[in-house]
């Protein structure tokens, strides 16, 4: 039984009453009693109103079921233009207004006006959140010597120690990536022998020639002495890239111009998520989110590990200070911004209770994380997130105007409670949920003094379409998915939307994760696609991935991409609503079954991890063993199209029951090194195998396909025994 303390109606564990008495509220300067007793009036208040949003929510998807039940497709086509008429009927599609431009004030650069590789990483892990926090500079040469974007082929390959044909192949391409985006006037950086700063400029030696950058305005400042600089730094679309000069060093003794690296502004910001890939079903879970973002809004968060040999303490890293070329200094930040991503209005939790009942945890994350984050907001903290004096809080699956409206109000009652600014607590609208898409431009205009952020998020979105339309007819396999009309229309429609919105230069548009977490030469072919369609940040799945990342924005100025985005055509709502639906089921034996076998192991591999050891973000081996980057937006798409599949008798119950037992030996295999794991078979009766065959079994009936039901309440069981 947990110990609880009472304040008025509430009932908080003791764990994470104590640590919220003890740590949080001296770093907030609150009252401990009006802080008590403001959240409890809070809950008071919202809690009717999200029990009645999740109530239309059930009824909306009601009438969405009898529709398809009685209005059944054809060779994969339904009657689109009663459907769509039927959507406005009901209310899923509401009414669009007059144009309008979002007035969010006191944006810090790097979600207004600067376009970067964004990461997102699970808050409740001390180590990733530190790593992300301080993966805002990047060493290139790393990044390029250590992943794929170099082949290993015969010679190349990285070894055990240091491989100088590796190493040649790795400077070679950055030189190019110099030269690419910091040409030189008249020379290559192949050829530059050294590098001086004399009367405010960069002169650059090759030989006994002296050169200058083509545009000059690129060099930004220095470190060291001015006739014989430690590093240049130079600027380019906002972002920034270091030369960093040691003729001492081992890479830098046989460079023409003892260049050891070349450092890379790489994470512009970074979502400390409390949502999708985090494992966090009670108070101590909870606890320990909320004492990692409280530390990282201090600046004293650290973590102490096993590295090898070594014992490695990490912290936060300090600002980078430059010498002008003028005179003076550059302060430049050398920490990614944060932003937070509260859960959603679905989930409740036990850390407090209201009346004997668990408390929205949506609603409990907002009157704890900006709590949190006071001290930042305030600038009491010597290592400063926002220099604006904003937080950045990102609300995920929201469906539709009202929901987001609901937040809109709570941030505000918030703000109240705490003293702080109105609007000082800015939103991130994730476009994800179909709802949400078709009424975007509604959505924004509800939180438009708030609004920071919007993106696109192909996995929990496609996850919404299976099961919004999941009596419609049999979905396509997961790997046409992307080849449907209305997945490119989403995409487009997001930008369309934003842009017309007026979110350039106040707030980011974002594209979603790189699930391929070995495979970076494959991303940067693939990823290049996302600036390219106006994405002023997009999500990477470690600080390597977003110096690699990072790259592209030189390559490509987003902001003349949404200038030429204005003039296009608007992305089409009728193409939104086509259902990807399968013009045919007449699929091979093996066709189905290996599809129906890639999904059940995707399934239990992700679940087993979560339920046993509560980790909600992995890379997990596929039936290839590849390793994937899976959290529950993936788990939500893979259980939502094997319960289509089901309902739709393409697969039937023995062949998924089949399935599901031959991938959990699988799965058991993959993960034979891991000491804490615990085998699924041969009994099949274990938690985890059970919560996985339920998100199949019973997925129809889960709230809009939402894999956290049966996740917490098998973790809570399994903490329980």
Not at 613 to 630: A, T
Not at 645 to 656: D, N, R, S, Y
Not at 669 to 680: C, H, I, L, S, V
Not at 691 to 707: E, N, V
Request: hydrophobic content about 40%; overall charge negative.
């Amino acid at each position: 039984m947990t110990d609880r303390i009472q304040k008025g109606s509430l009932s908080i564990a003791k764990e994470l009453y104590d640590f919220i008495e003890n740590e949080a509220l001296q770093h907030a300067g609150i009252d401990s009693s009006a802080y008590w007793s403001g959240v409890e009036q809070i809950f008071k208040d919202f809690t009717p109103r999200n029990k009645a949003l999740l109530d239309e929510r059930e009824e909306m998807q009601a009438k969405i079921d009898e529709w398809h039940k009685a209005n059944p497709a054809t060779a994969g086509k339904i009657d689109a233009s009663a459907y769509k008429s039927f959507l406005k009927d009901i209310g899923y599609i509401v009414p669009e207004g007059d144009n309008f431009s979002i007035t969010t004030q006191n944006v810090d650069p790097e979600i207004a006006t600067i376009a970067g590789p964004q990461l997102v990483v699970p808050v409740r892990n001390a180590r990733f959140a530190l790593n992300a926090a301080n993966a805002r500079w990047g060493s290139l040469y790393d990044a390029l010597y250590g992943t794929d974007v170099i082949p290993e082929e015969e010679g190349n390959e990285q070894g055990v120690g240091y491989n100088p044909e590796r190493g040649a192949k790795v400077i070679t391409y950055a030189k190019n990536f110099l030269n690419d985006n910091f040409a030189l006037d008249g020379a290559s950086y192949f050829e530059v022998t050294g590098f001086t700063v004399e009367s405010g400029g960069l002169v650059v030696h090759v030989g006994d020639k002296k050169v200058s950058l083509k545009d000059t305005a690129q060099f930004a400042g220095f470190k060291g002495n001015a006739a014989a600089p430690e590093s240049i730094l130079l600027s380019n679309h906002g972002l920034h890239a270091e030369i960093q000069i040691d003729a001492d060093s081992v890479i830098g003794r046989d460079d023409l111009a003892s260049i050891k690296d070349v450092l890379i502004e790489s994470a512009l910001t970074t979502i400390q998520d409390c949502e999708d890939s985090v494992a966090a079903v009670d108070a101590e879970e909870k606890t320990e989110v909320y004492r990692n973002w409280l530390g990282l809004m201090v600046g004293d968060l650290s973590i102490t590990f096993k590295k090898g040999d070594k014992t490695i303490t990490r912290t936060m890293n300090p600002d980078r200070t430059y010498n002008k070329a003028d005179g003076g200094s550059l302060t430049l930040p050398g920490r990614s911004l944060m932003l937070i991503r509260n859960v959603g209005h679905l989930m409740t939790n036990p850390a407090i209770l209201i009346d004997g009942e668990e408390v929205f945890e949506g609603i409990m994350d907002a009157v704890i994380t900006p709590m949190l984050s006071i001290c930042d907001i305030k600038h009491q903290n010597t290592l400063r997130n926002s220099k604006t004096g904003s937080m950045y809080i990102v609300k995920p699956k929201q469906h539709g105007p009202k929901e987001v409206q609901f937040s809109v109000d709570l941030f505000a009652k918030v703000e109240e409670l705490l003293g702080l600014p109105v609007n000082t607590l800015k939103m991130g609208i994730m476009d994800e949920e179909r709802r949400t898409t078709v009424n975007l431009k509604e959505c924004i205009r509800v939180a438009k003094d708030r609004t920071i952020f919007i993106n696109t998020g192909f996995m929990d979105r496609t996850g919404d379409e299976i099961h919004t339309s999941m009596h419609a007819g049999a979905m396509v396999p997961k790997s046409q998915m992307k080849a449907e009309p209305w997945l490119d229309a989403y995409e487009n429609w997001n930008v369309d939307v934003g842009v017309a919105c007026g979110l350039k230069g106040k707030a980011q548009i974002g594209k979603g994760m790189w699930p391929k977490p070995d495979s970076f030469k494959e991303m940067m072919t693939s990823k290049l696609s996302h600036p390219k369609a106006g994405a002023t940040c997009a999500w990477v799945p470690s600080p390597t991935g977003a110096t690699l990342h990072a790259l592209h924005y030189h390559m490509v100025n987003v902001m003349d991409v949404l200038e030429d985005v204005k003039t296009r055509e608007h992305a089409s709502l009728d193409d939104i609503i086509t259902i990807p639906l399968a013009t045919h089921t007449d699929w091979s034996d093996s066709e189905v079954q290996n599809e129906l076998d890639n999904n059940c192991q995707g399934i239990l591999g992700y679940v087993v991890r979560w339920v046993d050891q509560g980790v909600g973000c992995s890379k997990v081996p596929d039936i290839h063993n590849v390793g994937l980057m899976e959290d529950r937006a993936t788990l939500r798409i893979s259980s939502q199209h094997v319960t289509n599949w089901l309902t739709h008798g393409v697969v039937t119950t023995e062949q998924v029951n089949e399935s599901l037992k031959r991938m959990a030996l699988i799965v058991d295999e993959q993960n034979a090194g891991d000491k804490d794991y615990m085998p699924m078979a041969p009994s099949f009766d274990g938690l985890a195998f059970n919560a996985a065959s339920d998100l199949i079994f019973k997925g129809d009936i889960q709230p809009s396909g939402y894999t956290e039901p049966l996740l917490h309440a098998a973790r809570l069981e399994l903490k329980a025994s």
